[in-house]
């Protein structure tokens, strides 16, 4: 005979039950099976055979995945930092805008709900050498003689998927940011005034410290989502010039779909997962911390 | 209210969310249905007279046919979570490699009975289309096209300058200099080598032409002979690096951004299919009448042009309905269909059965040079039959890769053949040619 403690714990399990089984089913095994095969040598349409940490011994030795590691840093780490500033740029200023600040935020935040692949196409082509608004500006207004390679120079490559990328991603920072910065409570800027702060140090002492919660977890979200960026670069340069702005997205694809590789593919694009757990954790265990 | 009671929705929601998420029983499981899955082409007109020929096909042999389509780009997404999912379409246009990967699976039937009747109505099988198909004695896929790659070049441009058609890559290399000092293109050389066919296919002619192949006849892995190689990327990176008559931003083409260069009159040269003639003509464009084509060049070993773009019809094994798949197949390409098809393709779908080739259709200037290139074209892994490996050197992009390393991180044509050297040896002890 069930006590009552037992059926309200039964109960309980019950109704979380579907939650957890969507959970196990659409996160868990597709994580632990990408894990799985990341461990075995498997050819799309071939068994998987175990092989250990191989296919990650292979790609450390590979000096082409260096380039990607290193690609995908730079790429990650400057579009990341330029977000947060403008991001931040965008909420400070929006927080002071008193009339039309519905319809400026309604518009500033067009680059986040554009699909990425019409995006990285309209950049691809501001871009373009020949026909690109950018390069037809520049040379109409006798900046430059001819056309920018801003697909073509390997260091411009990258800068331009990096454009792309703070373009689509800074209106994400600047919302957050901005629904933060309305929870500040008005009195300390006042009791700042009082004292005679200028609008730096109100900033470095009250502003920041007040959303810096919200700024870690913005942050850690939009470098898990950047690391992963596939659209932008594979359409605007298919991770060329040569192997200039091939990242972990785009390399995988080319061993998991291309080369039917699915196990050295699955490890490429594990190869991250480390740094972003590491990141996870400071950041979860920083904000436990806030709020303790 | 008990707690069975309070749960009975909660039953009912979950047997719902299984039924929706159960696995979709596949394409052949009613009885009477075929599908199949196509390339869309850059020729609508032709994609719709295929699509009527199969359906009508379809009604002949008392089925369904349901049609999909993809285009080069997602056509390996499709089919790799295909394989893996055992759902195969009953019929499946596959590329140049396709046939080589999924009979090495095990995952084709046998269609050396649909080439037999094929031939019998339009002629033998050409010999260069064969190594793509056939394995082992036995056919795996039935040639359908090849879409061959030309050279496409501005004819009122080098007449300005007083040049004849380039036959040669030095000759491209030179006359693109002229243009370029004549002040006409700041980039005349149109010749991207990037991760498309029109990187790769152009890649393989220039290695070939120049004899750096990287297999025997038999399919196997020699390497690629420095010399010539060392060679041959020293003539194609010096338009990138010495004469700067190409620029950097070729290298990231999409498989369009040559047509809309070439269209938009930014550049003298460019590989391509001839669907620039095509749009060129639909849209009565004003650069119509100054373009024209050309065979791709030959180099110190000859003209060894590829030929990449090759589609294929194959019947995988994952399909209960393969008999009448089968006959679906046999009707499209018998002559009938093929003609309407073929003289409804703006010349794109070349045949790759001797006798459609003799039609008048191609007797035409463009028409007798793109026949040409495809008599002349060889298949991936020449002069070995396409392989898994030699699909793989191909899809992995280490050919363009193999040049853009000396065009973009300055390493020497030596190092990188090298480079090349290591990774197709790599390639080739992972998939061992049987």
Redesign the interface.
């Known amino acids: 005979m069930l006590t009552d403690r037992h059926?309200e714990q039964?109960?309980g399990y019950?109704?979380i039950a579907?939650v957890a089984i969507f959970l196990a089913a659409l996160v868990a095994y597709p994580f632990l099976s990408a894990i799985y095969l990341s461990l075995t040598e498997k050819i799309?349409?071939?068994p998987a055979h175990f092989v250990g940490l191989r296919n990650y011994a292979n790609l450390l030795d590979s000096?082409r995945f260096r380039i990607v590691a290193w690609n995908s840093a730079v790429f990650t780490v400057a579009s990341i930092a330029v977000k947060l500033v403008i991001g931040m740029a965008m909420a400070l200023a929006l927080h002071q805008v008193v009339r039309g600040n519905q319809f400026i935020r309604g518009i500033l935040l067009l680059p986040w709900i554009i699909p990425t692949v019409v995006i990285a196409l309209t950049w691809?082509w501001l871009l373009?050498?020949?026909?690109g608004l950018v390069n037809v500006t520049l040379i109409d207004v006798g900046v430059v003689k001819?056309?920018v390679?801003?697909?073509?120079?390997?260091s411009l490559?990258m800068l331009s998927v990096v454009m792309a990328n703070i373009w689509r991603g800074f209106p994400f920072f600047g919302v957050s940011f901005l629904a933060a910065l309305q929870t500040v409570p008005q009195e300390l800027y006042d009791a700042a005034d009082v004292d005679g702060a200028g609008s730096w140090q109100k900033f470095w002492r009250i502003t920041l410290p007040s959303i810096k919660s919200v700024v870690a977890v913005v942050t850690l979200l939009s470098t898990i989502v950047t690391l992963n960026d596939f659209n932008i670069v594979f359409?605007?340069?298919?991770?060329?010039?040569?192997?200039?702005?091939h990242i972990f997205a785009t390399y995988s694809y080319?061993?998991?779909?291309?080369?039917?590789r699915w196990g050295v593919a699955m490890a490429a694009s594990m190869a991250s997962l480390p740094l972003v757990a590491l990141l996870i954790v400071g950041v979860v265990r920083y904000l436990h911390r806030e709020e303790e | 209210m008990s707690?069975l009671t309070?749960?009975t929705p909660?039953a009912v929601?979950?047997i719902v969310?299984v039924a929706l998420v159960a696995p979709d029983p596949g394409p052949t499981a009613g009885a009477g249905k075929l599908s199949l899955w196509r390339l869309k082409t850059y020729i609508p007109p032709a994609d719709k007279i295929l699509d009527a020929n199969a359906q009508e096909c379809a009604k002949k042999a008392g089925m369904e046919l349901a049609i999909q389509t993809y285009t080069f780009d997602d056509m390996?997404?499709k089919y790799?979570a295909a394989?893996?999912s055992k759902t195969l379409p009953d019929i499946a246009e596959l590329d140049a490699v396709g046939p080589a990967?999924?009979a090495n699976?095990g995952?084709l039937s046998d269609m050396s009975d649909v080439v037999g009747g094929v031939t019998k109505e339009l002629g033998p099988i050409l010999a260069n289309a064969e190594g793509a198909v056939k394995f082992g004695g036995k056919y795996y896929a039935v040639p359908h096209y090849g879409i061959p790659l030309v050279l496409f070049y501005r004819k009122d441009i080098l007449e300005k300058i007083g040049a004849e058609p380039p036959d040669t890559w030095e000759a491209i290399q030179q006359i693109s200099q002229k243009v370029k000092q004549a002040g006409i293109h700041?980039?005349p050389n149109g010749f991207p080598w990037?991760?498309?066919g029109d990187g790769y296919d152009p890649a393989m002619s220039l290695l070939w032409s120049y004899g750096a192949a990287w297999v025997d006849k038999s399919g196997k892995f020699t390497g690629i002979p420095k010399g010539p190689a060392v060679q041959a990327l020293k003539v194609v990176t010096s338009a990138y690096l010495v004469d700067k008559t190409a620029?950097?931003?070729?290298?990231?083409w999409?498989g369009s951004?040559n047509n809309?260069?070439f269209m938009?009159g930014?550049i003298t040269f460019t590989p391509n299919g001839p669907s620039i003639l095509f749009q060129e003509e639909s849209n009565k464009h004003p650069l119509q009448k100054d373009t024209a084509i050309k065979l791709m060049p030959k180099g110190p070993a000859g003209r060894n042009l590829a030929l990449t773009f090759v589609m294929n019809w194959g019947v995988p094994v994952d399909g209960k309905q393969q008999k009448e798949a089968k006959a679906v197949v046999g009707c499209i390409m018998s002559r009938t269909q093929w003609m309407k098809y073929m003289t409804g393709s703006f010349q794109q779908a070349v045949p790759l059965f001797a006798r459609p080739l003799d039609d008048p259709y191609w007797n035409t200037p463009n028409g007798k040079t793109i026949v040409e290139t495809v008599k002349l074209g060889h298949p991936v892994g020449w002069p070995g039959p396409t392989t898994p490996a030699a699909a793989?050197v191909v899809?992995?992009?280490v050919l363009t890769?193999m040049i853009?390393?000396v065009?973009?991180?300055k390493v020497t044509p030596e190092a990188a053949v090298d480079?090349a050297n290591k990774r197709i040896k790599e390639i080739y002890d992972r998939l061992p040619v049987k």
């Open positions: 059926r039964l109960l019950t109704m579907p799309v349409g071939y000096g691809k373009d050498l020949f026909r001819s056309g390679h801003w697909l073509g120079d390997p490559a359409i605007m340069t298919r991770g060329g010039p040569g192997a200039a702005t080319e061993l998991g779909i291309m080369s039917q | 707690t309070r749960l909660l929601l979950l969310v390996w997404t790799t394989i893996e990967r999924l699976l995952r700041d980039f990037n991760r498309t620029a950097f931003d070729y290298l990231s999409s951004t809309e260069s938009a930014k793989e899809s992995s992009n890769d853009t390393q065009i973009v991180d480079e």
